[in-house]
C-alpha cells in the first residue's frame, strides 16, 4: 500500500460517447483508490449535456460533470476550462493525470503546469497521420491540436503511454525515458453468461468500429473464408462512423447470404449483425462467437492504438486472428492465444481463421490460454502500479523543481 495522495484525472470529454475515459481512465481510478489513493475524475460532458453538473461516486471514484455553461463558442471554451481550472485548485491535488494532450484536458493542462505536478495521459496519436486525418476537423483546428500535442507531452513531469509506438514517439520530442510510463490498456473481465459455442455453426465474430482497416479487404476476406468453410457463420458487433455497416451488409445479401439484424442469436443466418452491445447484451454476443477476427491496417494511427476491444475478445476467452500491427503484435500471443498474419495478405488472414474454425476443441483451449493471459499481463491492479511509479516521479520532480526556484 502506497502513501495516500489526492489525484486528479482530467478528461477531454464525458464518459459518452467516446471510450477513453469510460474504458481507460476510470477503471485505472478504480485500481488506484484500490490501492489507497483518493482519486476525482472531472469532466466536461460537451458530447453528453444530460450529465451536466452530475456528481456520484463509483466504486469510490468521485466522478464530476462540470456544469457546461451557455454562450458562442468562444466564451463556452473558455469559461468550460476555467471551471474546470477552479475545481481543481479547490480540490488542491497531490498530482494531476490529464487523458489526452488536446481539447479541454490539454486547455487545462496549460493553465495548471506550474501550479500542481501534472503528468499527460496518451492513448492515440493525435497530429499529423494521427486523428488529425480521421477527425472531421478544420485546418486551423489541426494546427491546434498539433501544438497542443506536441506542447502537452513535452511540458508534463511525467507521460503515461498506451503503445510501444506511442512511447517512441514521445521520445523523440527529447524527453528523458525515466519520465515515460508504459501503461497499456487493462483487460476488463466480462460478466458471466453462458457459453453458447458450438450450440450452432462455427461463428466467426468482428466486434469493431470498422475505421482500422478498409471494408473492400474485409469482405474479401469473410468471401474467402466462406469459399473453404461453408458452415462459418459471421457476428458482426458494431458500427461505423460512415454507415459501413450498411453496406458490409449489403455485400452479404447481393452475395445471396442470410443476413439477420437482431439483438437476440437467430437461427440460420449466414451473417447476424447486432450493432453495438450494451453492458447487458454484450457478454451474451462474445459467448456466442468461438473465434474472433481483428484486421488492422499498417498506419501510424493504428500502430499508436492499444485496442480495447481486442483485450475484450481475448478476456472473453476468444482466440483471434489479427494483422501483426502495433500493440497486437505484443498483445496476441502467436500460437497460443491466437494467430498473426502478415499485415494485407488476405490469403493468409482467410487460411489461419479457416484453419482456426475449423478445429473447435482447440479454439476452447486457446480461448482459455487468452482469458488467462490477458487477466496475468493486462490486469489493472498490476497497471496501477506501474501509474503509481508516474505519480511519485511527478512529485518528486515538481518539488525539486520549485526548490531550486526558490534558491
Not at 254 to 265: L, Y
Request: aromatic share 10%; with cysteine.
Amino acid at each position: 500500500m502506497t502513501t495516500l495522495q489526492r489525484v486528479v484525472m482530467i478528461g477531454p470529454f464525458g464518459l459518452h460517447p467516446r471510450m477513453t475515459m469510460r474504458v481507460r481512465a476510470l477503471p485505472l481510478a478504480k485500481a488506484l483508490v484500490r490501492r489507497g489513493h483518493a482519486v476525482t475524475m472531472l469532466l466536461p460532458p460537451w458530447q453528453n449535456p444530460e450529465d451536466s453538473g452530475r456528481r456520484w461516486v463509483d466504486e469510490g471514484v468521485a466522478v464530476e460533470n462540470v456544469t457546461l455553461p451557455r454562450g458562442v463558442p468562444g466564451w463556452f471554451h473558455w469559461q468550460l476550462t476555467r471551471r474546470l481550472v477552479q475545481r481543481v485548485s479547490a480540490l488542491s491535488p497531490d498530482v494531476v493525470h490529464t487523458f489526452k494532450p488536446k481539447a479541454y484536458a490539454g486547455l487545462a493542462h496549460w493553465a495548471l503546469a506550474r501550479r500542481f505536478p501534472v503528468v499527460v495521459d496518451t492513448d492515440d496519436w493525435e497530429g499529423p497521420g494521427g486523428w488529425n486525418a480521421r477527425g472531421a476537423y478544420s485546418g486551423g483546428m489541426q494546427r491546434f491540436f498539433t501544438w497542443q500535442e506536441r506542447w502537452g507531452l513535452s511540458h508534463s513531469y511525467a507521460v503515461t503511454v498506451a503503445s510501444r509506438a506511442l512511447q517512441t514517439l514521445v521520445w523523440a520530442t527529447g524527453r528523458s525515458p525515466d519520465s515515460v510510463f508504459y501503461v497499456p490498456n487493462g483487460a476488463r473481465t466480462p460478466a458471466a453468461v453462458p457459453s453458447a459455442r458450438g450450440a450452432q455453426r462455427p461463428t466467426v465474430l468482428l466486434y469493431t468500429r470498422f475505421f482500422e482497416y478498409s471494408l473492400d479487404r474485409l469482405w474479401r476476406v469473410m468471401r474467402l473464408v466462406r469459399a473453404q468453410h461453408a458452415e462459418t457463420r459471421f457476428l458482426v458487433v458494431g458500427k461505423g462512423f460512415a454507415g459501413e455497416e450498411k453496406r458490409l451488409l449489403q455485400l452479404a445479401r447481393a452475395e445471396g447470404w442470410r443476413v439477420v439484424e437482431s439483438q437476440t442469436d437467430p437461427t440460420g443466418a449466414d451473417l447476424w449483425y447486432t450493432g453495438w452491445g450494451t453492458e447487458t447484451t454484450l457478454p451474451a454476443f462474445l459467448a456466442a462467437a468461438d473465434i474472433g477476427i481483428y484486421p488492422f491496417d499498417d498506419t501510424l494511427l493504428n500502430r499508436t492504438k492499444c485496442p480495447v476491444k481486442l483485450m475484450d475478445l481475448l478476456a472473453a476467452g476468444i482466440p483471434v486472428v489479427a494483422d501483426a500491427v502495433g500493440q497486437i503484435r505484443e498483445v496476441v500471443v502467436e500460437g497460443r492465444t491466437g494467430y498473426l498474419v502478415q499485415p494485407g495478405d488476405d490469403v493468409q488472414f482467410a487460411a489461419a481463421t479457416v484453419d482456426l474454425i475449423s478445429d473447435i476443441p482447440r479454439c476452447t483451449r486457446m480461448g482459455a490460454a487468452a482469458r488467462a493471459d490477458v487477466g496475468a499481463r493486462y490486469s489493472w491492479e498490476r497497471l496501477a502500479g506501474v501509474v503509481d511509479e508516474a505519480y511519485r516521479y511527478a512529485i518528486t520532480c515538481a518539488g525539486s523543481w520549485r526548490r531550486r526556484s526558490v534558491v
